[in-house]
């Protein structure tokens, strides 16, 4: 159905797979509209009740963005033109249920960006993580500078985003990049088990929780407060 992403659900679990295993699932065009039509389907779907991204292949999750298409002059203007066209980043950020990001490998640039969309972060104890815009003479163009400081705080983010160096698991543990290392072979088990809790609670709970949060956190306290006694209220009503 899609020729770089697999897309399966399991009962009420939904699970993309980045699917360009000899470029380590570097994002492309392709996979931006493979992931749009794949989050679009789930966006209609009330069953599904938890997303997980995972990578195929045994190299990593996602190597960044293909820099045969979004690194050369003179795409970059038409990238990210075609980025926003599609925003896909913001479309997993407004998914009003749980999502899980299962990591491997090597994460890189768009990976990570990628990752961060997600609610909760799960990586195996091997991988390794940067973001290599900057040395490259670019910068993030999924969110990562917004996302990046305001998953791991300023001081760690600049030191990531400005020299692209390479951190390994423990590190980005460390950092609250991710939630929870995992060995290699436990962790699409591990995973799964997670996604399952999710799957079972109150899908209206999990919604407004992810709201409250969400939009909260960018507001004055007062404010953030008053969301949540709306959506509280909308709850119990």
Known sequence: MFDTIKFETLENIAVISLNRPEQVNAFNV?????????LEAITIDTNIRTVIFRGE?????????????FGTTPSRVIARE??????????????????????HGYVIGSGIEMALCC???????????ALPEVPLGMI??????????????RPHALD???????????????FGLIHQTIPQEQLMEKVFEQANILASLSPTAV????KAVNRGIELPLEHALELERRLCININD
């Open 57 to 69: 292949g045994d190299r990593g999750f996602c190597s960044g963005a293909d820099l045969t298409e």
């Open 207 to 210: 919604a407004s929780l992810k």
């Open 30 to 38: 392709q996979m931006r509209d493979d992931l749009w039509e794949a």
């Open 119 to 129: 609610d909760i972060r799960f990586s195996t104890t091997d991988a390794i993580f």
């Open 82 to 103: 075609a980025r926003y066209a599609r925003d896909i980043w913001a479309l997993i950020r407004a998914l009003p249920i749980p999502v899980i990001a299962a990591l």
């Open 140 to 153: 993030p163009f999924a969110g990562g500078s917004q996302t990046v400081p305001r998953t791991i705080g």
């Open 160 to 174: 990531l985003l400005l020299t692209g160096r390479r951190i390994s698991a423990e590190q980005a543990l460390g």
